[in-house]
């Protein structure tokens, strides 16, 4: 087990340069890496567990170019967060006026938690990333965005806020992007704030697809569940993918 207790500056890589499968930031550490649009722990190729009491943060995008704000974690081939601290995704990129020519291609926050095959613990803060203060439909990340998972919050789950200032804001992030997923809240779980003059939309709560349950939802006026065939942080992501 790696356990870390200071400041680190850059991404940790489960299973790679010394680090375990298995991490434990406590109250005193801190991960927030500085490189542009990069995660705070991103996972390898076999399950990771992650234990985190303190802080890790997702690195904000350019602030010249669009670029993504990095996922606070993000475990593609699954494996188990525990949090009790705070988990936030990356800011935007900032997008200005496009150049004469040029491709709008809009960058969202990063988001706090995202992967497939995870089993999340909340009792903290897990945030998406908010959107950059922008000309152009930048948007906010999720808090989490999880496939074939399984959700326990007990904390506080939110999206990112939508900043734009004027022209056409982005949307801000859902709370929980679930797709194939259990999950379990007796917390708050809410979407971000469509901030600023841009007209950007607030997230929903939950977007769901193929949730297996949602139990003990004791606060159901905070929470809005958005039943769709596909999320529209998805929308929001395939339509930048195919602009790139």
Not at 72 to 92: E, K, P, R
């Amino acid at each position: 087990m790696t356990t870390i207790s200071t400041a680190v500056t850059k991404t940790v890589f489960l299973g790679r340069g010394g680090i375990d499968t298995t991490l434990t930031v406590t109250a005193a550490g801190s991960i927030a890496p500085t490189k542009y649009g990069a995660a705070g722990v991103v996972g390898g190729a076999s399950p990771g567990m992650v234990s985190n009491a303190g802080t890790i943060d997702g690195a904000a995008g350019s602030a010249k170019i669009a670029m993504n704000g990095g996922d606070g974690i993000h475990l593609a081939h699954g494996g188990t967060v525990t949090n009790a601290g705070m988990i936030v995704g990356g800011t935007s990129g900032v997008y200005d006026f496009p150049s004469s020519g040029s491709t709008l291609v809009p960058s969202l926050g990063g988001v706090g938690v995202a992967g497939h095959g995870v089993t999340l613990m909340n009792t903290g803060s897990i945030m998406g990333g908010a959107s950059s203060i922008s000309h152009y439909d930048d948007g906010g990340g999720a808090g989490i965005d999880l496939h074939h998972s399984a959700v326990t919050n007990l904390g506080t789950i939110a999206g990112g806020a939508s900043n734009a200032y004027s022209y056409f804001g982005g949307p801000a992030g859902d709370g929980a992007d679930l797709k194939d997923t259990s999950l379990h809240n007796e917390g708050l779980i809410a979407g971000g704030a469509g901030l600023g003059m841009g007209n950007g939309a607030g997230g929903v709560g939950v977007a769901a697809i193929g949730v297996a349950q949602q139990s003990r939802m004791t606060v159901p006026s905070r929470v809005a569940m958005a039943a769709a065939t596909t999320s529209r942080r998805a929308i929001t992501r395939a339509a930048m993918a195919a602009a790139a």
